[in-house]
């Protein structure tokens, strides 16, 4: 009987230990709450304001692509999302779906270009990503940012490299590639102002070649 008690007194430690563990375990695991989301499948451009060479544009509006709305398309456009009145947070982390439509060149350089079709997401002004795109023969930069050299096939990385073209490349179903952003980062304060831009040439020539964005999510995180 002794014997019998002290195994079950054992047993009774072992999980008390179990218990202990996992709820520190539990202490430590950090907290997240979603501060912006938006498919704009209500058509709302809630938060983001877009700028062109003149200044802010207004009366951006969604647009149907491929059966469902996503924002506005871009060509030297300078796109802002600006979140207010953060929870208390430590780390912010973005995620969006980025579609590139037509005749992107990737690294390319044509002849007077000093530098290629460059796409470019800052938060808070320092820059994340500065990277090009291919949806034709030529290589591009992403998943890596852009130097120069060491270029990526055309579509490398793509969630989905075969939608449609939008207006150059309408006639193919690889006119649009679709590449799933996600950054993470320390962040304090109240406001995160998060920018998106491109240097596309020809200059504002959308038919050619553009962009749109999809499925903004944003995150606040807290970790202990």
């Known amino acids: 009987m002794k014997q019998k008690r002290s195994s079950q007194a054992y047993i009774l430690l072992i999980c008390a230990g179990m218990v ?3 709820s520190a375990c539990f202490k430590n695991i950090p907290v997240s709450k979603v501060v912006y989301s938006n498919d704009f499948e209500n058509n ?19 647009i149907e692509f491929n059966g469902s709305k996503v924002s506005a398309r871009f060509n030297n456009d300078r796109v802002v999302l600006t979140i207010n009145n953060l929870p208390d947070h430590n780390a912010i982390k973005v995620q969006f779906d980025l579609l590139i439509h037509d ?4 690294d390319y350089l044509a002849p007077g270009n000093t530098i ?5 997401m800052a938060i808070d002004n320092n820059p994340f990503i500065q ?48 590449y799933r952003i996600e950054q ?29 964005l999809d499925n903004i999510t944003v995150s606040a995180i807290k970790y202990p």
């Open 20 to 22: 202990f563990s996992l």
């Open 44 to 62: 709302s451009m809630n938060g983001i304001q877009v700028y062109n060479y003149n200044g802010l544009v207004v009366g951006v509006n969604p």
């Open 103 to 106: 005749g992107w060149v990737g």
């Open 116 to 120: 290629p079709d460059v796409w470019s």
């Open 131 to 178: 990277t090009t795109f291919s949806n034709t023969n030529y290589r591009q930069s992403y998943p890596a940012n852009y130097t120069g050299s060491f270029p990526n096939p055309p579509r490398a990385n793509a969630w989905s490299p075969s939608l449609p073209g939008f207006c150059s490349l309408s006639g193919r179903a690889d006119g649009t590639s679709m």
């Open 184 to 212: 993470t980062t320390s962040h304090y304060g109240n406001t995160v102002v998060i920018s998106c831009n491109d240097d596309l040439h020809p200059f504002g020539d959308f038919c050619s070649k553009s962009w749109s």
